[in-house]
């Protein structure tokens, strides 16, 4: 299958995604800000169909609206209480009003499904290369800040009485989340984000209780799910997302098993 | 050198006065136990004393010197009530966390973090707890663990906010000899806050306790007293005393009981905090 250009592309574009959501996923499960991260990537659906409304770039769209959410709701601090609500209710706008463009979009039906669901095949060239250059400043934006992160997700209270600035490293880190989210869209769609971005990080966290260990087994099942993924999509003919999908699932509840039987 | 000074410290918080003109001095090396009810203002007192709640007026000094925010001479042990229990990672990635969590740039976890860390797990008895998961240890173990966090960087003040909640009577005993043991054996200072007198009453030097924007500090049998608690409480307040035992009374109801159990039953308010943590 590597004789073919578009999957070379492929593997490299969803490789460099997922290395990405593995990583940057993993703090997002160790946080609890998994619907967080879900709701930015519909966000990112309204940016895009907007883009593609107004005759831009959709993954411009994507990834400024994704930014620009992700950084107001890192500022916007974080009470508990009403948090989900005020997620869900940003979530559901966001998906309303990508639709409301798509009505006035003519040729919607193609663009949305690709935007929803992921055109891994689609991605081309000049697309890869702003993947990479965006996934290399995004992980070392997270290197920098990974020591406060760690701290502040795992105690908040004392990471602030030792001078940890707690909004600006929440604010940082879901701007980075904003960019894996963005790169995920890519790969596996609006809708299906969850799948790289959360699903190798909690199986992850639940095969391993170390921290470091954890984090580099989150990019390597990442990696494999969605190399596995392309590979059987190759094979098969059924649709790439699904098979990501299917993998990150199977691999997640063998994680569960593996915890239960550990235990 | 005292370790902590409040000079006529009034806060403010939603309106309501937390302290109003409180002084006290808590001088060094000295282990106090801080009481009060729920929010009489243990755990903003704690928080202003680290530079993270303002002060309306008044001043307060650490170790002779004014508050600052991220004060590497105080050593904190928060209610946690945030901490993830959930995680499933070892005690010493979390011991870890801390120890170069203020570090922006990717601290490496270096040979000199690394022996700092196993000292301050020593000095709690943890070293082999801190190989297992935060969520499998018990009550008891967890705040030996969360202890030793509050030893690095070698303060010489120790705030503990409410170590003994939620642990049983021998476990409490084991959290207040390890803090006994910490102030003799590192010179430190120590303000521990609980709701009850009694697993303390024989290991500290001093009380210091709050209630109705005062706070009087001093030896347990002149603070712990009818009179004094009624001023405290704004209530008529009787002290009963059995052997080592103290028993604050309103009325028929065991004041300090009735707090702690309050406590357990409702976590969804925090009395003490008075404020919305962001």
């Known amino acids: 299958m590597f004789e073919y250009d578009f999957m070379r592309t492929a593997f490299a574009a969803s490789g460099v995604a997922a290395v990405l959501a593995g990583v940057v996923g993993f703090f997002l499960v160790l946080r609890g800000q998994t619907f967080a991260g879900h709701a930015l990537s519909h966000v990112g659906f309204t940016g895009a169909t907007g883009a593609v409304l107004f005759g831009l770039s959709p993954l411009g769209g994507l990834v400024g609206f994704t930014l620009v959410a992700g950084i107001a709701m890192g500022l916007f601090g974080e009470k508990l209480a009403e948090r989900d609500v005020a997620i869900g209710m940003m979530l559901s706008l966001a998906l309303g009003l ?7 979009y003519t040729s919607a039906a193609t663009q949305a499904a690709a935007l929803l669901f992921g055109n891994v095949l689609g991605v081309d060239n000049s697309a890869l290369l702003t993947l990479l250059l965006m996934a290399a400043a995004s992980l070392a934006a997270l290197a920098f800040i990974v020591r406060p992160l760690i701290f502040a997700s795992l105690q908040a209270e004392l990471a602030e009485a030792r001078g940890v600035p707690l909004r600006f490293v929440s604010a940082a880190f879901l701007a980075i989340v904003a960019i894996a989210t963005a790169e995920c869209a890519q790969i596996v769609g609006v809708l299906l984000v969850f799948t790289l971005m959360v699903g190798p990080a909690a199986a992850a966290q639940n095969f391993s209780r170390r921290l470091a260990i954890g984090v580099a087994l989150s990019a390597g099942l990442a990696l494999a799910e969605a190399w596995g993924g392309l590979t059987l999509a ?29 235990a | 050198m005292s370790a902590l000074r409040f000079d006529d410290v009034t806060i403010r918080l939603g309106g309501r006065d937390i302290l109003a003109a409180a002084s006290f001095i808590v001088e060094d090396r000295e282990f106090i136990g801080m009481l009060g009810a729920n929010g009489a ?23 002779d010197q004014p508050v600052t925010r991220g004060n590497s001479s105080i050593g904190y042990m928060p209610q946690n009530r945030g901490l993830a229990l959930g995680v499933r990672l070892t005690g010493y990635d979390v011991v870890a966390s801390a120890a170069i969590g203020a570090r922006f740039g990717f601290a490496r976890l270096d040979k000199a973090t690394r022996r700092e860390i196993d000292w301050a797990l020593d000095h709690v008895d943890a070293r082999d707890l801190a190989r297992r ?20 960087g070698r303060p010489r003040l120790l705030l503990l906010d409410e170590p003994l909640i939620s642990l049983d009577p021998a476990h409490q005993k084991g959290v207040v000899d390890i803090a006994r043991r910490l102030r003799d054996e590192l010179k430190v200072a120590i303000v521990f806050s609980a709701h009850e007198l ?28 009818g009179p004094v608690l009624s001023r405290l409480y704004g209530a008529e307040i009787e002290v009963v005393r059995i052997k080592d035992r103290f028993f604050v009374m309103a009325g028929d109801v065991d004041v300090e009981h009735d707090a702690h159990r309050h406590e357990h039953g409702d976590h969804v308010h925090s009395h003490d905090r008075g404020d919305a943590h962001v």
């Open chain 1, 98 to 104: 990508g639709l409301l463009f798509l009505h006035f």
């Open chain 2, 133 to 152: 998961s935060i969520g499998e240890l018990s009550g008891g173990e967890r705040q030996r663990l969360l202890l030793s966090q509050a030893l690095l």
């Open chain 1, 234 to 262: 190759f094979y098969s003919d059924w649709p790439t997302s699904f098979w990501i999908t299917a993998l990150s699932g199977v691999v997640y509840f063998a994680s569960i098993a593996a915890r239960r039987l550990a």
């Open chain 2, 198 to 225: 009694n697993p303390l009453v024989n290991a500290i030097d001093r009380v210091l306790y709050l209630g109705a924007g005062a706070a009087v500090i001093g030896a347990v049998d002149e603070v712990v007293t």
């Open chain 2, 41 to 63: 203002g243990k755990t903003t007192l704690m928080r202003a004393a680290l530079g993270l709640t303002p002060v309306a007026s008044g001043s307060i000094s650490v170790l």
